[in-house]
């Protein structure tokens, strides 16, 4: 693959293969490395001796660290090379997940954790920049990150089952061992199927260090909070609101005076880049609310197994994978205003399909856990598209640090939220739900969906009024 062809920008998928095997295989091992650890975590919890903080922090270790830096190592990539920042995070993926044969205490694992968190952060925002490097043409780009999502979806519904299974033959360090041959495919695919950054692309502004850390402290102290909302209750959780809400004062102050921002606020009210962010927060208030309840209220008020409540969740997962190659089509027929809106429509329908008829019995999930992922599906492709097409060449990689970023912290926020409302209206444990307290929860569960119901739709109305006139800086970047 020469670089003169990829610099022309390609007319197909099959003409750059080995770039989107590559970056493909960046997002499947993203999305994988904290769900496929969990299955683990009992026998981890044995063999080191491990306490229940240990585990949270081998859990939260890594994806405060990868949430909380993916802006940072947006910002360094825009200025030092997309390309050559993924592929040092790549190097540093590979031997931090080797580095877990040398483990022998809790400490270490985490510390081990906290590395791959980082090279995650450093791999993340190139993803979605260098796919748009490789192409023009929207119905490309759109098939691309279709492609690539579908990937990560499919590891991320089979990776906790394949995971399982390997630890009953092999040691649990075997999960992440295996990060090092496919990172490594990984590498050599960017390596020959992208070509290098290009100096002129490049952003010459100096980096905002102080805002980059004032940034990323903000990150990862909402992620934290959200966390603690959940895990111990709202109480627990305001002394680091307090902290959260200080550091993002204090981000946004050095952002509006500082000459060179890490993130200028002047994108954000560009209509392509606000209305593509707005939906993505949407989605992630949206999936946090079914990925906190379904799965509780399937166990916990209707008494099915763990396995039983996997199985009744597969809907979300085999349409998700079933509509991606569709997205493509609805976007050609109806433009992507419209599909954006007849996705968030779905949504929408299908969360308040959960929220007020799901107590009432199986099938109304199931048909709101489809509605939801079609629309999900839809709203999340062009989302990202919307994105980063009305963002300038030289900040693609902080853009989409940006959209990832801001759907995780809306998605934690959405978990914190249900959370808090569930526990405000139960006294004693989940664990062991009396009738009362399952009509309790169901009541909870009804209440928290259709609030976070009623902020998605704000958000996507508001989303949907952006994106139907861009301005002329959106579309003259490319």
Same mark, same amino acid.
């Given at each position: 693959?020469?670089?003169?062809?990829?610099?022309?920008?390609?007319?197909?998928?099959?003409?750059?293969?080995?770039?989107?095997?590559?970056?493909?295989?960046?997002?499947?091992?993203?999305?994988?490395?904290?769900?496929?650890?969990?299955?683990?975590?009992?026998?981890?919890?044995?063999?080191?001796?491990?306490?229940?903080?240990?585990?949270?922090?081998?859990?939260?270790?890594?994806?405060?660290?990868?949430?909380?830096?993916?802006?940072?190592?947006?910002?360094?990539?825009?200025?030092?090379?997309?390309?050559?920042?993924?592929?040092?995070?790549?190097?540093?993926?590979? /031997? +931090?997940?080797?580095?877990? =044969?040398?483990?022998?205490? *809790?400490?270490? !694992?985490?510390? @081990?954790? $906290?590395?791959? &968190?980082?090279?995650?952060?450093?791999?993340?925002?190139?993803?979605?920049?260098?796919?748009?490097?490789?192409?023009?043409?929207?119905?490309?780009?759109?098939?691309?990150?279709?492609?690539?999502?579908?990937?990560?979806?499919?590891?991320?519904?089979?990776?906790?089952?394949?995971?399982?299974?390997?630890?009953?033959?092999?040691?649990?360090?075997?999960?992440?061992?295996?990060?090092?041959?496919?990172?490594?495919?990984?590498?050599?695919?960017?390596?020959?199927?992208?070509?290098?950054?290009?100096?002129?692309?490049?952003?010459?502004?100096?980096?905002?260090?102080?805002?980059?850390?004032?940034?990323?402290?903000?990150?990862?102290?909402?992620?934290?909070?959200?966390? /603690? +909302?959940?895990?111990?209750? =709202?109480?627990?959780?305001? *002394?680091?609101? !307090?902290?959260? @809400?200080? $550091?993002?004062? &204090?981000?946004?102050?050095?952002?509006?005076?500082?000459?060179?921002?890490?993130?200028?606020?002047?994108?954000?009210?560009?209509?392509?880049?606000?209305?593509?962010?707005?939906?993505?927060?949407?989605?992630?208030?949206?999936?946090?609310?079914?990925?906190?309840?379904?799965?509780?209220?399937?166990?916990?008020?209707?008494?099915?197994?763990?396995?039983?409540?996997?199985?009744?969740?597969?809907?979300?997962?085999?349409?998700?994978?079933?509509?991606?190659?569709?997205?493509?089509?609805?976007?050609?027929?109806?433009?992507?205003?419209?599909?954006?809106?007849?996705?968030?429509?779905?949504?929408?329908?299908?969360?308040?399909?959960?929220?007020?008829?799901?107590?009432?019995?199986?099938?109304?999930?199931?048909?709101?856990?489809?509605?939801?992922?079609?629309?999900?599906? @839809?709203?999340?492709?062009?989302?990202?598209?919307?994105?980063?097409?009305?963002?300038?060449?030289?900040?693609?990689?902080?853009?989409?640090?940006?959209?990832?970023?801001?759907?995780?912290?809306?998605?934690?926020?959405?978990?914190?939220?249900?959370?808090?409302?569930?526990?405000?209206?139960?006294?004693?444990?989940?664990?062991?739900?009396?009738?009362?307290?399952?009509?309790?929860?169901?009541?909870?569960?009804?209440?928290?969906?259709?609030?976070?119901?009623?902020?998605?739709?704000?958000?996507?109305?508001?989303?949907?009024?952006?994106?139907?006139?861009?301005?002329?800086?959106?579309?003259?970047?490319?």
């Amino acid at each position: 693959m020469s670089t003169e062809v990829l610099e022309a920008r390609a007319t197909s998928l099959r003409a750059v293969w080995p770039a989107i095997l590559g970056l493909s295989v960046v997002f499947l091992v993203e999305m994988l490395d904290n769900s496929v650890l969990n299955v683990a975590l009992p026998t981890i919890a044995r063999e080191l001796h491990a306490t229940a903080s240990d585990l949270q922090w081998v859990t939260s270790g890594y994806s405060l660290l990868f949430g909380g830096l993916m802006i940072a190592f947006g910002a360094i990539a825009d200025r030092y090379g997309t390309r050559r920042v993924m592929l040092i995070g790549l190097t540093l993926f590979a /031997l +931090a997940s080797l580095a877990v =044969l040398a483990v022998r205490t *809790p400490a270490e !694992l985490i510390a @081990v954790r $906290a590395a791959i &968190g980082v090279a995650a952060a450093m791999t993340a925002p190139g993803t979605m920049a260098l796919c748009f490097r490789l192409f023009d043409a929207e119905n490309l780009l759109m098939r691309a990150t279709g492609f690539i999502s579908t990937v990560g979806l499919v590891g991320l519904a089979v990776g906790p089952t394949v995971g399982g299974l390997i630890i009953q033959v092999l040691p649990w360090q075997t999960l992440l061992v295996l990060n090092v041959p496919v990172v490594v495919l990984a590498a050599v695919c960017i390596r020959l199927g992208i070509p290098a950054d290009d100096p002129a692309h490049r952003n010459r502004t100096p980096l905002d260090l102080p805002g980059a850390l004032l940034g990323t402290a903000t990150i990862i102290l909402a992620l934290w909070t959200a966390s /603690l +909302a959940v895990e111990d209750g =709202l109480l627990a959780a305001v *002394p680091w609101l !307090l902290g959260t @809400v200080a $550091a993002g004062v &204090g981000f946004v102050v050095r952002e509006r005076r500082t000459t060179h921002p890490i993130i200028d606020f002047a994108l954000l009210k560009r209509p392509l880049v606000g209305a593509g962010l707005a939906y993505q927060a949407a989605l992630g208030l949206g999936m946090a609310v079914l990925a906190y309840s379904v799965s509780l209220q399937l166990q916990l008020v209707w008494g099915w197994s763990p396995a039983q409540a996997a199985l009744g969740n597969l809907p979300q997962v085999i349409t998700m994978i079933a509509v991606g190659p569709l997205v493509e089509g609805l976007v050609k027929k109806a433009g992507a205003h419209r599909a954006g809106m007849i996705g968030a429509a779905a949504v929408i329908a299908g969360l308040l399909l959960y929220g007020l008829l799901g107590r009432f019995g199986y099938l109304a999930i199931a048909a709101a856990l489809v509605l939801t992922a079609a629309g999900m599906r @839809v709203v999340m492709v062009i989302a990202t598209v919307t994105v980063m097409r009305g963002l300038p060449e030289d900040q693609t990689s902080t853009g989409a640090a940006l959209n990832d970023t801001g759907q995780e912290m809306f998605s934690s926020i959405g978990l914190a939220v249900t959370g808090t409302i569930v526990a405000s209206a139960l006294s004693g444990s989940l664990a062991d739900l009396d009738a009362a307290a399952a009509h309790g929860f169901e009541n909870a569960v009804t209440t928290a969906t259709l609030v976070l119901t009623a902020v998605c739709a704000i958000l996507a109305g508001w989303a949907a009024r952006r994106s139907a006139a861009p301005s002329l800086a959106d579309h003259g970047n490319r």
